[in-house]
């Protein structure tokens, strides 16, 4: 029965990595700044970039010009697209994702990496057991961040934001991403013998679009946002879940099938 369950992949930020605060906090310096400049502009009133609201809503898990792009189509603002070549001061949608980025990287040399031993605890279950382990992020940083950690021998496989780019995958909710890293796990590259662990909306939509038998949704505000968009095992932290626990699942789900 080991063979129900081949590969399980992992997103990095707020799921591996607690990077996911310092995505966020980079987001609101950047929209933010842009509103406040813009409102002064056309004289408009401001109205501040919610981390609560608009960085899950509209930016959180996906590739960042797609997330700008949905984050000002939510304030009803259009701009040029615009060339991934922007400097980070075009008042384009990539001149805004490349400030981001360096907004992005600048915190994470001021603050450092944080990651969640436990999610590593995890990981590191599963290899033992033979399980291949993927990373998938939409995240152009993702390799040097984990670099940078100490974490990059427990991924067998890796999809980035540079990989997404060079061979065309849709971002998520599209399940792109997370194939495209099975596939490179896995011979059988059957998502029903696979999961993928999340902890954005997007990402745990894209696992449902994938018809991935698991899909894990890290939940750490226990908002419960994540089970109504289609995760079918949610948990608020990685010390409440096991290697053998996941392993009972697929194993259990084959005998039903």
Known sequence: MRSAFEAMIFDL???ITFTARVHAAAW??????FLKERASRFHEPFR???????YLA?????????????FLASRGISLPYGS????PTAETVCGLGNRKDNLFTQKVREVGVDVDRDAVR????LRSRGIRVGLASSSRNAVPIIEQAGIRSLFDEIVDGVVSDRLHLRGKPEPDIFLQCLSQLSSSADPLKAGIAE???AGVMAGRRGWFALVLGVDRNKSGVLGRNGANWVINDFSKISADEVIRFFTDRARAA
């Open 13 to 15: 930020d707020g799921v």
């Open 28 to 33: 609101k310096e950047l929209f933010d700044q």
């Open 48 to 54: 501040e970039f919610r981390v609560e609201g608009d």
């Open 58 to 70: 509209y930016v959180d898990g996906k590739p960042r010009y797609d997330g700008v792009t949905s």
């Open 84 to 87: 991934p070549s922007d400097p």
């Open 122 to 125: 995890f990981v590191r279950e």
């Open 199 to 201: 902890d954005a909306i």
